[in-house]
Structure formats: structure tokens, C-alpha cells
């Protein structure tokens, strides 16, 4: 049941946090773990997928921490990704594709709590007040790291651009 | 801080439309004289639309049967004392608080003697109260029963009389 319900959710959260396939299959299976093993002391007065995507928040940001000295590089772009490119505007659909890709490698140059914000905001589509449920911190906080965080991603998009111009 | 700084920090709130006019009117007019900015401006809301348009994909059937087979864990037994904290208990405690309180304070007392009389007297009183009940009750059948008879016996009496009543026809 809590299978069915929240899989894709936590598997996407990871994938998006971790930036590869295989690591975010071994962290969801890890978040379902330390699922099963909290659920006793779940309050029931609680919003439980609030309370599960904070549980999942924890595991990953532990893990990035633990692990972050071995890791360099997100994995490349899931190929389902390409296939979302413009059919209609090939041209057009190959800038947004490269745009997407230098986003993707460029959310691993946000520090861990910036980017679990800005993926449930921006790519998740969640409300600042979810965001700042899940976080833990108050809304104003959320806001301006969510901000801060589309600036350096844009400046890092800005970068790309100038380079690749001047490589012409 | 320069004006560039200035107007970096207010680009993300421009592209979300919660400027002030002021400050928007500041911001474009800004970014009509600097390229460098309008670029960045212009990033900002590519990065707004690329995020916008990341497709969730699926996990694989491989890791759902491993999730579904993620153990759970074994229940042990463990005294929990969160049981007792259940709001829907509150008025048995009350209950019990009273009632302690009570039996403590009729422990206490100095005329515990007097207290223990006037309750054997009001048992006595109570069983004697139920025993006349009861002979009552019983009397009370007794002339129940008396009457049905006594209908039994005139019901008696009278089909005779009907038997009689036909023959004569």
C-alpha cells in the first residue's frame, strides 16, 4: 500500500537529489527501511506524507554527507528526459534539452539543503508552506533560499552560454 | 553594493511578478541599460521553464518488488506507557481520582467508626426496605393468582349455562 502510494514520489525525490538511477534505487529501498522502522513512532495527529518526505529529506541530506567526498559528479540525464525535447522546433527543443542538462549537472553545485528546496519547489511543484512543512523551517527561509538558489543555477546557465558563444 | 547587485537581488521576485511598481520600474529600467543583467534575467527564467518541464520518471518493477519486500519490523513487546495518555481515558481517571480521594479521606477521618455505623445502618435499612418489597410483591401475586382463579371458576360456571342455552334450541 504505502508502496503503491509513495514509490514514484520518494524514487523521483532521490533520483533528483542524488542524480543517478542505481543510487537512487538503493536510497529509496534505504527510505522505505527507515520507513518501516519509524512508523511506531508516526503521531497520528500529523500529515503523514509531510512526515514521510521529511523522513526521506533526513535520509538523503545523511547520505549526501556521509558520502559527499566520493562524489563528483550527478549521473547523465535519464533518457525519458530527451524525449520530452520539442518535436515541433527541433532547434528549439535541443537549447531547452541542453538547458535542462546544465541544470541538472549544475543543481550538484548547491549545498545539500538549497537543492532538496529547490527540487521540491521548482521541479516537484510544491507550495513555499509545503516546502517549508517538509524542511522544517519557517516559509521567508524557505523563499529566499529557493531565490538564491535559481540565481546560481541562472549565473552557472549564464556561464555555459558565454563559454560555449565564445568556443564559436 | 552595486547597482548590478542591487538589482540580482530582486531579479527572482521580478520573474515572480511581487515586485512593487517602483521596484519594477527600477528593475526594467535597469536591464533596458545592461546587458549583463538582462542575460542573467534571461537565464533565470529559462531555468524557471527547464525546471518546470522535468518529467517525473518511473521506478523500475524491479524496485517495487524489492520495496514490497523491505521487512518489517518484528513487534516486540515493550511496556508503553502511551496508552494511559489517551485523551478518551480522561474521564476514567476522574473517575478513580474521585473515588481515591474519597476512600483516602474516609480512611482518615477521625469518626471512621461513626461513618462505618451509619453505613451497616443504612445496609440494614436497605435490606429490610427490599424484604418488605419483596413480601409485597409476594402478596401481591398471591391475590393475582386468587383472582385468576376465581375467573377461572366463573368462566367455569358459565359455559354450563350456554351448554344448556343450545340444547333448548
Not at chain 1, 546544465?102 to 545539500?112: E, H, I, K
Not at chain 1, 522544517?136 to 546560481?152: A, C, E, H, Y
Not at chain 2, 443504612?122 to 413480601?135: N, P, R, V
Request: hydrophobic share 45%; glycine share 6%; charged share 25%.
Amino acid at each position: 500500500m504505502l508502496v503503491d502510494l509513495y514509490a514514484k514520489k520518494i524514487f523521483n525525490m532521490a533520483y533528483q537529489f542524488a542524480g543517478s538511477v542505481p543510487e537512487a534505487e538503493d536510497l529509496t529501498q534505504d527510505i522505505f527501511l527507515k520507513l518501516h522502522h519509524a512508523l511506531p513512532k508516526y503521531d497520528f495527529g500529523k500529515n503523514f506524507t509531510a512526515w514521510f518526505l521529511t523522513l526521506a529529506k533526513n535520509a538523503l541530506i545523511d547520505e549526501y554527507r556521509r558520502t559527499k567526498w566520493e562524489k563528483k559528479q550527478r549521473g547523465e540525464f535519464d533518457e525519458s528526459v530527451h524525449a520530452a525535447a520539442d518535436a515541433d522546433d527541433p532547434e528549439r527543443g535541443l537549447a531547452e534539452e541542453e538547458t535542462r542538462r546544465v541544470l541538472w549537472a549544475g543543481l550538484n553545485a548547491l549545498p545539500p539543503d538549497m537543492r532538496m528546496a529547490m527540487i521540491l519547489k521548482e521541479i516537484q511543484g510544491k507550495k513555499y508552506e509545503e516546502v517549508a512543512e517538509i524542511l522544517g523551517l519557517p516559509v521567508g527561509t524557505v523563499k529566499s533560499r529557493i531565490n538564491r538558489g535559481r540565481l546560481q543555477l541562472a549565473r552557472i546557465l549564464k556561464d555555459r552560454k558565454v563559454s560555449a558563444h565564445v568556443a564559436l | 553594493m552595486s547597482p548590478c547587485e542591487r538589482i540580482e537581488g530582486l531579479l527572482a521576485s521580478y520573474a515572480d511578478g511581487e515586485l512593487s511598481p517602483e521596484e519594477k520600474a527600477l528593475v526594467e529600467e535597469h536591464l533596458a541599460s545592461c546587458p549583463d543583467c538582462a542575460s542573467l534575467a534571461a537565464c533565470l527564467k529559462s531555468v524557471d521553464a527547464a525546471f518546470a518541464s522535468f518529467p517525473e520518471i518511473e521506478p523500475a518493477p524491479a524496485l517495487i518488488n524489492r520495496l514490497r519486500a523491505v521487512p518489517h519490523p518484528r513487534r516486540r513487546f515493550r511496556l508503553s506507557f502511551d496508552i494511559l495518555l489517551r485523551p478518551s481515558l480522561q474521564p476514567v481517571f476522574a473517575v478513580l481520582t474521585i473515588l481515591a480521594v474519597g476512600f483516602s479521606l474516609y480512611m482518615a477521618s477521625p469518626d471512621k467508626k461513626r461513618i462505618d455505623q451509619a453505613i451497616n445502618r443504612q445496609i440494614h435499612l436497605g435490606y429490610s426496605a427490599f424484604e418488605k418489597l419483596t413480601s409485597r410483591a409476594g402478596a401481591l401475586t398471591d391475590s393475582l393468582g386468587a383472582a385468576a382463579d376465581n375467573l377461572f371458576v366463573s368462566l367455569g360456571n358459565l359455559n354450563p349455562l350456554g351448554k344448556a342455552g343450545s340444547s333448548d334450541r
